[in-house]
């Protein structure tokens, strides 16, 4: 297994625009999780699923951010109509199900947007 | 809610000596703590991780961690430091066994 992988790696896009960030897990991992990470700041928890179901959303995922794992397999996260504060690096992360206890979750590359 | 703070943003270190970097958390339940790594142009990668039993954890690398109830800190240990520990290390909190909240991370720099 690659492990977690991203797609893509950059992306520059103009304010107002709609943009969409892939995520392939590692394959046995039930769960996947979603963290923002700005510049000089640890990243931020967003969302977490657990194979197709979405379990949990922060108050950082405004109506704008949507985020899907259709069939509990890669999962997709759109933003619609960017602004400048978007502009940060969108990790993700799988791990095997934690069932009370915290399993390691393992990070993908990560993809950079910049809205310009 | 539980957050971390990592005192210092920057540690500079020469190559072969020890380096020690701090990581206070706080929270009003019991806490699962993990530092994580981040090489330039990688993804984070778990050194070592707290759940339960021995207060002393052992990671990847030569780093250690030790879990202070009482002081709520996890502060992260190496004897004797490589130039490819250059990386920024982030300290983590959970009190569950999905979320995990980090601190604003730490730069380790190691010079020749």
């Known amino acids: 297994d690659t492990g977690v992988s991203q797609d893509p790696r950059h992306k520059i896009t103009k304010r107002g625009q709609n943009v969409t960030f892939r995520c392939d897990p590692i394959?046995?991992?039930?769960?996947l999780y979603w963290y923002r990470q700005t510049l000089g700041q640890g990243p931020e928890f967003l969302t977490y699923f657990q194979n197709e179901a979405q379990l949990e959303k922060s108050r950082l995922l405004s109506d704008r951010f949507s985020a899907e794992r259709p069939k509990g397999s890669f999962s997709t996260l759109e933003i619609q109509r960017t602004e400048q504060g978007d502009s940060a690096m969108y990790l993700c992360?799988?791990?095997?199900?934690?069932?009370?206890?915290?399993?390691?979750?393992?990070f993908g590359q990560g993809t950079r947007l910049t809205v310009v | 809610a539980q957050s971390v703070t990592q005192l210092d943003s920057q540690v500079p270190v020469f190559e072969e000596a020890p380096v020690e970097l701090r990581c206070n958390y706080s929270s009003s339940v019991s806490v699962y703590l993990f530092w994580y790594v981040q090489y330039p142009n990688q993804g984070l990668q778990l050194l070592l991780k707290y759940l339960s039993g021995s207060t002393l954890v052992k990671g990847i690398n030569g780093f250690e961690a030790e879990f202070n109830k009482s002081q709520t800190s996890f502060h992260l240990r190496k004897p004797s430091v490589h130039i490819s520990d250059t990386a920024e290390y982030f300290c983590?909190?959970?009190?569950?066994?999905?979320?995990?909240?980090f601190g604003a991370g730490t730069t380790v720099t190691v010079r020749a």
């Open positions: 983590a909190v959970t009190i569950n066994d999905y979320k995990l909240s």
């Open positions: 992360a799988s791990s095997r199900d934690g069932t009370g206890v915290p399993q390691e979750a393992f």
């Open positions: 394959s046995e991992h039930n769960r």
